[in-house]
């Protein structure tokens, strides 16, 4: 079973930049693909990024030169650095994790397990 806790939402102005962290604990690998997605009130879930088993990172067009992820195996924990931040990019944000690989329709997939989320507010 693998628990997932997110770290380092918040709110900042139009332009600004986070950095969120997602800290995993239990029986996680490199096996293991792993996402961020968003979601804000009224709206469906988003894929934001994901690094698949196989290294393979995505985005969604979204924040495509805006945001990176990436991984730090030692310390089981993902991040997602975020720049030049917009309204829009208002929403809850967690991390998830899925045994094997994900491919290139992540952002619709369901995955093992999620953390609770850390909010992000743009103004």
């Known amino acids: 079973h693998v628990q997932l806790v997110e770290s380092g939402g918040g709110s900042v102005q139009a332009g600004g930049s986070l950095r969120l962290s997602c800290a995993a604990s239990g029986d996680i690998n490199t096996r293991y693909s792993m996402g961020w997605f968003r979601q804000a009130p009224g709206k469906e879930r988003e894929g934001v990024a994901a690094i698949d088993s196989d290294g393979t990172i995505s985005y969604t067009d979204s924040v495509k030169g805006r945001f990176s992820i990436s991984r730090d195996i030692a310390s089981r924990t993902l991040y997602l650095q975020m720049s030049n931040l917009r309204p829009e990019d208002t929403a809850l944000y967690y991390c998830?994790?899925?045994?094997?690989?994900?491919?290139?329709?992540?952002?619709?997939?369901?995955?093992?397990?999620r953390g609770p989320g850390t909010q992000v507010t743009v103004s």
């Open positions: 998830a994790s899925k045994v094997g690989m994900c491919g290139p329709n992540w952002s619709k997939l369901r995955f093992d397990s």
